[in-house]
């Protein structure tokens, strides 16, 4: 059985499905892994490191035509003319947010497994792709914001005086929210954070940040999983003005998708499923 992984087609898009490093179990196991010309090329993994751990470097058309499973970071949009009857695809499909790329390859038969919809739980936990990438969104995105942001984050003690730390608000204390929070205070910053579950305050505390009260009624934000559970509309905006309010006095906020802007960086998840409470930009 061959294992093929393509090279990402999505602009932008700069990982890659497999890493050198993860070639020799899947060739111990059994089975032959392809890899496109160039597939690891944007994430710092020339082809000869592929070769080197015994993978074939092969083009685009041969991938496609030889591999029984197809392993990719976005499997969708896809070119329904490269995949074939019986073959299996892997990898981040978004399937509730783009339902038509979907129905475009259900006419080839093959079999798409969504890696966003891992159960998630503790047997699954290795396979947990969006908390790994939750990780660095978290990470990334306060690194985003701390750039962004026009004064240093941590408090500095020079002969002209001393400068304030950085304010840094945390939206979610989710799995990015959490990261979010660490990579903001080894950074030097005072850092506040809210999340709509009360049972996660102790969490925050323990990374160093204060926890946020807004005086809402959250006794229902938490499913049996331990995920936030989606509020109504009344609940999303007071919980927008009360946040608002609670970010009048800070430099930065991170509402825990990764994307910091000098102002921001947290988990939509934790905020109740809100998207529309994050600012417009957002997209």
């Given at each position: 059985m061959r294992v093929g992984i393509p090279k990402e087609t999505l602009p932008g898009e700069t990982r890659v499905a497999v890493i050198p490093a993860a070639i020799p179990p899947l060739v111990k196991s059994g089975l032959e892994v392809a890899v496109e010309t160039g597939a690891g090329?944007?994430?710092?993994?020339?082809?000869?490191t592929y070769r080197s751990q015994g993978a074939t470097v092969v083009s685009r058309p041969d991938l496609f035509r030889s591999s029984d499973i197809v392993l990719q970071v976005r499997?969708?949009?896809?070119?329904?003319?490269?995949?074939?009857?019986?073959q299996t695809v892997i990898g981040f499909v978004d399937p509730l947010g783009n339902p038509q790329a979907v129905r475009q390859l259900a006419?080839?038969?093959i079999n798409l497994f969504s890696m966003e919809l891992m159960p998630r739980i503790t047997r699954a936990q290795s396979m947990d792709a969006l908390s790994s990438m939750a990780t660095i969104a978290g990470y990334k995105g306060v690194l985003l914001a701390a750039t962004t942001l026009p004064r240093m984050f941590p408090m500095l003690m020079t002969a002209a005086g001393t400068i304030s730390p950085a304010r840094v608000?945390?939206?979610?204390?989710g799995v990015a929210g959490l990261q979010a929070i660490s990579t903001a205070r080894r950074l030097g910053a005072k850092v506040e954070a809210y999340d709509v579950r009360p049972a996660v305050k102790e969490q925050v505390q323990s990374l160093g940040a204060r926890f946020v009260e807004l005086p809402l009624e959250a006794a229902d934000a938490e499913d049996k999983g331990g995920y936030a559970k989606a509020q109504d509309e009344s609940f999303y905006r007071?919980?927008?003005?009360?946040?608002?309010?609670?970010?009048?006095?800070?430099?930065?906020?991170?509402?825990?998708?990764?994307?910091?802007?000098?102002a921001r960086v947290g988990d939509r998840?934790?905020?109740?499923?809100?998207?529309?409470?994050?600012?417009p930009h957002e997209g």
């Open positions: 090329t944007a994430a710092g993994f020339p082809d000869e499997a969708t949009p896809a070119d329904p003319s490269m995949l074939r009857n019986g006419p080839t038969g608000f945390i939206m979610g204390a007071r919980q927008h003005d009360g946040a608002d309010s609670r970010q009048a006095g800070t430099d930065s906020r991170d509402d825990g998708d990764g994307r910091g802007n000098g998840r934790s905020c109740g499923g809100a998207r529309r409470q994050l600012r």
